[in-house]
């Protein structure tokens, strides 16, 4: 039998012997049993530096490959931006504030949003995606939810009509990530479950948009026609190098149902995967939540219930379960009204209490006028507001935008 003379001649070293010049193949983090694929030259003193400091004890090299440091051609990727630093966060659990996350999480939205219309842009004009500049893009949203998940929870409550398939792509990637992480998947797998719900709608960019925007019932040759993305999606993303197994996974089951009701496949009960299954609900729950042009959004409340009905047939009712626990019964960004009369944004959940989050109020419909900004914690005796129901903005003319600009940014 043929062996691989190429990994025969790979040595695996401790971090203490890594040079300038060597030619890294892959790195160890031994603490958390990590084996990650960082390929690149080492440029520096002060690139080993960060591997021990990223907590690094082992790297497997390419001896035949080494070169004077000043020769390189490849260099190892920054470590601001690899995996070796998020494994750090992760084992650290570094969290911080909302209001310190916020902005990083306002900037990496936006870039995110104009990545999307990039790459149905290229896509439209036959050009391939560049699968590392999404996974760059997609990586550093996983950071900023291990930082502090409720920034970009917030901001994907905040979208926009016109813009549905950019965002809703977009705001499926946050809620996959924020989804994996509850339930304690890897930090490579929850980067390409991530990766996955990001391109998950991308063949919906050949479908015609009178079909994609109809604001009334699609007959039944047009449902055929919108259930063709699936396999265009898969096209696509099957031509381009460096996307994973699990993202092709994603893409290809997130509209299979248990009872074999869905497509493409009909696939049936364990004939779809659990990454197929998360990706259903997360998919289903924001589509529901969002307003469309044959369609309101729901509260996410009722999205809940609309999931759990249909989880005798459709979806996996463990994995709902877990979605609900992970987001809270009212999720982070939710617009809610307290029995006082109150206004105000969920801005923090309440894991002891679900029913008892922290409430960013800054609006009251009694007296119809804003009212300063406090945070109430409804967990606490002192304040005696509950929330009564969950709201929509329109309903007291309220522009979500300006007020959560105001609330978060002063």
């Not at 924020?178 to 797998?189: G, M, S, Y």
């Not at 604001?215 to 039944?220: D, E, K, M, N, V």
């Not at 919108?226 to 996307?243: C, S």
């Not at 042009?293 to 409340?301: N, S």
């Amino acid at each position: 039998m043929p062996s691989d003379n190429s990994s025969q001649n790979f040595k695996e070293i401790p971090i203490a012997q890594l040079r300038p010049g060597m030619y890294v193949k892959s790195i160890s983090y031994q603490d958390k049993g990590f084996i990650l694929k960082s390929e690149g030259y080492v440029l520096s003193v002060a690139k080993v530096m960060q591997l021990k400091e990223a907590g690094i004890k082992k790297v497997v090299i390419d001896p035949l490959k080494q070169k004077a440091a000043e020769e390189v051609d490849k260099v190892m990727p920054s470590i601001s931006s690899s995996p070796l630093t998020k494994l750090n966060k992760v084992g650290r659990k570094k969290v911080i504030s909302l209001e310190d996350e916020l902005k990083q999480a306002q900037a990496l939205y936006g870039n995110a949003k104009n990545l999307q219309s990039k790459i149905l842009g290229n896509v439209q004009a036959d050009k391939s995606v560049d699968a590392d500049e999404v996974r760059e893009t997609t990586d550093a949203m996983v950071d900023s939810i291990f930082r502090n998940q409720d920034a970009l929870a917030c901001l994907s409550r905040l979208r926009s009509k016109s813009d549905y398939l950019m965002e809703h792509s977009l705001n499926c990637s946050i809620l996959m990530a924020i989804f994996a992480k509850h339930l304690k998947f890897e930090r490579d797998v929850i980067e390409q479950l991530t990766l996955g719900a990001f391109l998950h709608d991308i063949g919906k960019v050949f479908l015609p948009n009178d079909i994609l925007n109809k604001p009334t019932a699609l007959s039944a040759k047009e449902e055929g026609i919108i259930k063709t993305h699936v396999a265009l999606g898969a096209k696509i993303l099957e031509d381009t190098p460096q996307i994973s197994h699990i993202v092709m996974t994603v893409l290809r089951e997130h509209h299979e149902r248990l009872d074999g009701s869905g497509y493409p496949k009909a696939l049936k009960g364990d004939e779809i995967s659990k990454f197929g299954r998360m990706m259903a609900i997360v998919d289903s729950y924001d589509a529901m939540i969002s307003d469309r042009c044959y369609q309101d959004a729901v509260h996410p409340v009722n999205a809940f219930k609309t999931l759990i009905q249909e989880s005798a047939t459709g979806y996996d009712e463990e994995l709902v379960e877990k979605f609900i626990q992970c987001l809270g019964v009212y999720p982070v960004g939710t617009l809610v009204q307290l029995n006082s009369g109150k206004i105000g944004l969920i801005s923090e959940l309440n894991k002891a209490k679900p029913t008892h989050p922290i409430v960013k109020v800054f609006y009251n419909s009694r007296l119809n006028q804003a009212i300063a900004i406090e945070d109430i914690d409804l967990s606490q005796s002192k304040y005696k507001d509950q929330i009564d129901k969950c709201i929509r903005p329109e309903e007291f003319n309220i522009n979500l935008l300006s007020f959560f600009k105001t609330a978060f940014e002063h």
